[in-house]
């Protein structure tokens, strides 16, 4: 019995399609660019139409997640002021900033723009704490175990993949081959764990990835 929930949803998407065309690369819809390949990459977006509906894939390496939990963690463990922020007090109004106005006429006058104030000392101070935190976790890592994985939801005007995977994208080529990749995951051609098996990226990864972006920074610092 087919579920009429799913059945909306793809009618949704192929009606999306037909009236939002898709500029497409080789059958491929690559929004990023990419100048310099020497880098290690991070994550990326990528779209093909499979079966007359839009997939868009939304890949992240798992040094990118690790990266983010240590975001995540140096926020966390740093404690937030009781005050406050400028920010908070510029979007409420508290603190209007200052403003930027444009003549319309020989008596008229419209705001059209507003400089946030400078934050107080107070949450300078955070923002240097939670920094060099991150800095010291980036140095040491982190307890944490990343696996590969993928998760498909049904959007209305897509089938949106999303995937951790320890791959490489660093230009077109790359791109068009984690479209592939996801293609067959879709179709069930293969599966996650049979592509990557028994897959985790840890803390001896991100340390020996921290040194190579170390070597070459200093690389690229001395390159003519």
Known sequence: ??????????????????QHPWRLDGGF???????????????????????????????QHPRWVYYDAIEKQAL????????????EKFLSGQEPGQKTWCKLGRSRKKVISATMPK??????AYYDAVNALEDELMRTGI????????????LKWATGVSLILPIEVLN????????????????????????????????????????FREKRRRTDETAP
């Open 1 to 18: 019995m087919k579920n009429l929930h799913y059945e909306q949803r793809r009618r949704q998407m192929r009606e999306y399609h037909r």
């Open 29 to 59: 819809y690559i929004p990023h660019a990419y100048p310099d390949p020497k880098k290690l990459s991070w994550w990326d977006d990528v779209g093909f139409i499979l079966n007359g509906r839009r997939v868009i894939v939304w890949w």
């Open 76 to 87: 966390a463990e740093v404690p937030v002021p009781a005050t406050p922020s400028t920010l």
């Open 119 to 124: 934050s107080s000392d107070e949450w300078i």
């Open 143 to 154: 307890a944490l175990e990343v696996a590969a994985s993928m998760r498909v939801e049904q």
């Open 172 to 211: 077109k080529e790359d791109v068009r081959a984690l479209a592939a990749l996801a293609k067959r995951l879709l179709k069930r051609e293969t599966t996650v764990a049979d592509e990557f098996p028994g897959y985790v990226y840890r803390r001896e990864q991100w340390l020996l990835e921290a040194t």
